[in-house]
């Protein structure tokens, strides 16, 4: 029995506009799923002690297990539909145990391919950054075919989960929808969410929580502007208004999860800490930390 193990992430800054070309920035965070894998007489996925579908798992990997059957066990710390990249981490972690199980050692790029594969199945037009965040580890900042990984020190975030769940797709043909009647609006937003995902990026770089709290809290109006806010995300934020430096959505929206940077000292009783900037799959799988450059040409 071979085992694996993938962090979830969280987006900071720029998701669904990364969708339609912008950068965004994203984060590993200290949850994980671990697939446990050992040969079989059919393809098994178990996940909560259930036999589960997952066809676009078994489809993906293929490219490692060539038409050899394989039993997956499925260990979770993250909620599905909960815009924490679960469904990434998922097939990041299957994909390195089965690679392990038989002996192949996938270089990143091809287990990005392999993920993003699974990954197109579930949400149509992924822009990969969840997969990025999850191999790749740290903090990223990321756009379709370009990846930074940032170097910085982890920093803690409240999550706070809005117990709604939703479907990555669904809000994702929203917002083409908001697109395409507010092109010109849309656009500029596009823009302003690149600049900010880059400069978070800076600011993280640099410590600054407070900045990266600022453009926090100007991303989640542009995604209520564009439709994939919900009230009770809402309600939240307002909750942990000024005890946070920014507080927003992350991942898809309509529902999912809050993320906010609390101030020190600030007597939160909601939600639970991660830690973000933890390593990555391909770091805790293979002991190797990715090299920034090495990552940028991986990806691209
Ligand atoms: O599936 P989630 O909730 O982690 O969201 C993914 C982020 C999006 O920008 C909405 C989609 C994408 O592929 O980038």
Redesign the pocket.
């Known amino acids: 029995m071979i085992e694996a193990r993938a962090p979830a992430?969280i987006?900071i800054l720029?998701?669904?506009?990364?969708?339609h070309g912008s950068h965004?920035l994203a984060a590993s965070i200290d949850r994980y799923i671990t697939v446990t894998a050992s040969y079989h007489s059919s393809d098994v996925l178990i996940a909560s002690g259930k036999a589960v579908k997952a066809e676009h798992i078994f489809n993906s990997v293929d490219k490692i297990t060539r038409g050899r059957h394989v039993k997956l066990i499925v260990k979770s710390q993250v909620p599905n539909?909960?815009?924490?990249?679960s469904?990434?981490a998922l097939s990041i972690a299957s994909t390195i145990a089965v690679s392990k199980l038989f002996d192949v050692k996938p270089d990143p790029s091809l287990l990005f391919d392999i993920s993003m594969e699974a990954?197109k199945y579930i949400?149509r037009?992924?822009?990969?950054?969840?997969v990025a965040a999850s191999l790749y580890g740290g903090f990223v900042l990321f756009k379709r075919g370009e990846l930074r990984i940032i170097k910085a020190q982890p920093i803690r975030f409240l999550v706070v989960d809005s117990r709604q769940r939703r479907i990555?797709g669904n809000?994702?043909s929203r917002?083409k929808e908001f697109m395409e009647h507010n092109p010109e609006l849309f656009a500029s937003l596009v823009s302003v969410s690149d600049l900010m995902s880059i400069k978070g990026a800076q600011a993280i770089e640099n410590g600054n929580v407070e900045q990266v709290g600022s453009y926090m809290n100007v991303t989640q109006h542009f995604l209520e502007l564009i439709g994939?806010s919900t009230p009770k995300i809402k309600s939240i934020i307002e909750y942990l208004n000024g005890k946070v430096f920014g507080a927003k959505l992350?991942?898809?929206?309509g529902g999912?999860c809050v993320i906010a940077i609390p101030r020190i000292g600030n007597g939160l009783k909601s939600g639970y800490m991660v830690k973000a900037g933890v390593d990555g799959a391909y770091k805790i799988n293979y002991g190797k930390q990715l090299e920034p450059s090495t990552a940028a040409d991986d990806v691209a």
Do not use: R, Y
Request: charged share 10%; aromatic share 2%.
């Open positions: 992430k987006i720029g998701e669904h506009f990364v969708v965004a539909g909960a815009g924490l990249g469904s990434a990954e949400h037009n992924p822009s990969g950054v969840d990555t809000l994702v917002v994939v992350t991942g898809a929206g999912g």
